[in-house]
């Protein structure tokens, strides 16, 4: 009996190392979980903002389309900013090039968006649209960057206390009794200045708190190839044939015109060859004949 438990507790941390191994190993097979959104993780940073350091974020996402997905992907991320109450969006910046000639179609799409909207507006925007499966919307870059905005609110906040501590000296010294007409022209003069110069540090104070609150999403849209397989770059070029002549006749016209003023040049050279080397044939032709008997 003894022997028995004496072997059992032998086998016990083995039995413990093939369970874990097994554990692992389904693990493996069932693939890593997914990674939070990097949206989410800034989001979570910037709630522990409050007490930390004061960071900028800002996000950049790439999106490979269909050439013919990139205006719809760009509408619904556009208006979606523009018209979903329920997100704190600030539309900066959205354009949209057509595809021409050998170029894709690409848009851009830049918000400006409360920590709490992030999540869901980079959800939606990388997202299929009805009718679309999930292989048509490939999320092909994201990054995020932070910018340490404390040491800048740190001074503002500084020399915005300054200011006023010197406006609030001035307005002192300007209810004195005994100042003269002169002393109260160049007391309300420095005052204008530093109520001037307070309203400006308090707006970029006010401009660092809004870049703080808020974080900044860029998404591109770009075009991918719609054909696939060994003869999808022969179709590519097939299909756009026609620009792509159109280009080469265009570039072959434009050094047929840049060659026209050279022509002269050239003209003037080959006639000065020309009768230079029939010069050295007269030069070499009397020699010649007093060699002959």
């Given at each position: ?7 059992a507790?032998?086998l016990?941390p083995?039995l413990?190392?093939l ?10 097979a069932?693939?890593?979980p997914?990674?939070?959104p990097?949206?989410e993780?800034?989001?979570q ?8 350091p004061?960071?900028?974020y ?11 997905r990139?205006a ?6 556009r208006d ?10 600030t539309l ?8 021409s000639?050998t170029?894709?179609?690409q ?10 909207s992030v999540?869901?507006?980079v959800a939606?925007?990388?997202a299929p649209?009805p009718?679309e499966?999930?292989d048509?919307?490939v999320?092909q ?8 905005l ?9 020399r ?24 109260l022209?160049r ?5 204008a ?6 309203e400006?540090?308090?707006g970029?104070?006010?401009?660092l ?8 999403v860029?998404?591109n849209?770009?075009?991918t ?7 999808a770059p022969?179709?590519?070029v097939?299909a756009?044939?026609?620009p792509?002549?159109?280009?080469s006749?265009a570039?072959?016209l434009r ?5 026209l003023?050279?022509l002269?040049?050239a003209?003037i ?6 009768w ?5 044939r007269?030069?070499r032709?009397?020699?010649r ?5």
């Amino acid at each position: 009996m003894m022997g028995r438990q004496r072997l059992a507790c032998a086998l016990l941390p083995a039995l413990v190392l093939l369970a874990g191994c097994s554990g692992s190993e389904r693990n493996r097979a069932e693939g890593p979980p997914p990674a939070a959104p990097f949206a989410e993780v800034a989001r979570q940073d910037a709630r522990a903002q409050e007490n930390g350091p004061k960071l900028a974020y800002r996000h950049d996402l790439t999106v490979a389309l269909a050439p013919d997905r990139v205006a719809p992907h760009f509408a619904a991320a556009r208006d979606r900013c523009l018209t979903d109450a329920a997100l704190t969006c600030t539309l900066l910046q959205s354009s949209i090039r057509g595809g021409s000639g050998t170029s894709q179609p690409q848009a851009t799409v830049q918000v400006r968006l409360a920590h709490t909207s992030v999540a869901a507006f980079v959800a939606a925007a990388t997202a299929p649209l009805p009718g679309e499966t999930a292989d048509e919307v490939v999320l092909q870059d994201q990054a995020t960057r932070a910018e340490d905005l404390t040491r800048a609110l740190a001074d503002t906040v500084r020399r915005l206390a300054q200011l006023n501590d010197y406006r609030t000296r001035l307005t002192a010294l300007s209810e004195k009794s005994d100042n003269r007409a002169e002393d109260l022209i160049r007391i309300a003069s420095e005052l204008a200045q530093v109520q001037s110069q307070i309203e400006e540090v308090d707006g970029e104070r006010r401009g660092l708190d809004e870049r703080v609150d808020n974080e900044i999403v860029t998404v591109n849209y770009r075009a991918t190839r719609a054909q696939a397989g060994a003869f999808a770059p022969v179709q590519e070029v097939w299909a756009r044939s026609g620009p792509i002549f159109g280009q080469s006749a265009a570039s072959a016209l434009r050094f047929a015109v840049a060659s026209l003023p050279w022509l002269p040049v050239a003209l003037i050279g080959l006639l000065l060859l020309r009768w230079v080397w029939r010069l050295r044939r007269r030069r070499r032709r009397p020699s010649r004949l007093r060699i002959e008997p």
